[in-house]
């Protein structure tokens, strides 16, 4: 798994912390700051979430979803490329890449009954269409990803803490709120969220992380990233974040003619 995954398009196109989160300036010139950008990757990742939910697509293909949305802000920016259309239209590219095809015109119509009367999230299947033209163009058609699911299941199981894993799984949904995905490789995420898991559920692991000879040091900056995440974020799974939080900054986005 992890030697396929150095051999991928995915790995190559890893990035550095300070790589993400950069405003573009495009965006900067609305006013939105670097902490405002990060919220509506995490309002919007968790809007994706709750779509899947509708259409009942795989975890794969959620994740795959949110990782195309991410990585499409490290290159372009949220005046040219709308969130509320770019997410649903990385459900769809997702749910074809990953071999569960949903229907456009589903999308659509979940889109509505989730949105209600909110015009600006209110689209067309011709408007998903053509924006899943432009995303394949951003993502320069490297459409492959690696998740930790996999590797973390793998290594539960090689630690002899299998009643871990829902646990450990819930946590590894929960960094698709953050960039992570698009900064380490899927096992050391996996191997982060083993870390918490164990700390929590009070495990002793020490002996079991030294025979892997994992770079502790990395694993730990993972863990705290996560960590400091639920300290910092409230985020409601059914709603995203709150309406007084994230409404005035999506109003600096432009809405759609």
């Not at 769809?92 to 999230?121: H, N, W």
């Not at 899927?186 to 870390?195: E, T």
Request: proline residues 5%; contains cysteine.
């Amino acid at each position: 798994m992890a030697a396929n995954f150095w051999a991928s398009s995915h790995s190559k196109q890893q990035l550095d912390p300070e790589e993400v989160d950069v405003v573009p300036a495009a965006d900067r010139e609305r006013g939105i700051t670097t902490e405002e950008f990060r919220l509506v990757k995490i309002h919007m990742s968790s809007h994706i979430w709750r779509l899947a939910q509708q259409v009942k697509v795989r975890q794969r293909v959620i994740a795959t979803a949110i990782t195309y949305f991410r990585r499409v802000y490290t290159r372009k920016s949220m005046t040219e490329y709308d969130p509320r259309l770019v997410a649903p239209a990385c459900l769809y590219l997702a749910s074809k890449v990953e071999e569960s095809t949903v229907q456009a015109r589903l999308l659509v119509f979940y889109i509505k009954k989730m949105c209600g009367p909110d015009d600006k999230y209110r689209f067309e299947i011709k408007d998903i269409l053509e924006m899943e033209m432009k995303l394949l163009e951003a993502l320069d058609y490297y459409l492959v990803v690696y998740h930790p699911y996999r590797p973390l299941l793998h290594l539960l199981q090689n630690a002899g803490i299998t009643d871990l894993t829902q646990f450990a799984w819930g946590l590894v949904n929960d960094t698709y709120k953050m960039d992570l995905i698009l900064i380490y490789p899927p096992y050391m995420i996996a191997l982060a969220c083993i870390y918490i898991a164990s700390v929590l559920k009070d495990k002793d692991t020490t002996s079991w992380f030294e025979e892997l000879r994992v770079d502790m040091n990395i694993v730990k900056n993972i863990s705290m990233e996560i960590l400091d995440f639920y300290e910092t974020y409230k985020v409601d799974p059914q709603r995203g974040l709150s309406d007084e939080k994230i409404s005035p900054v999506m109003n600096k986005l432009p809405t759609k003619a």
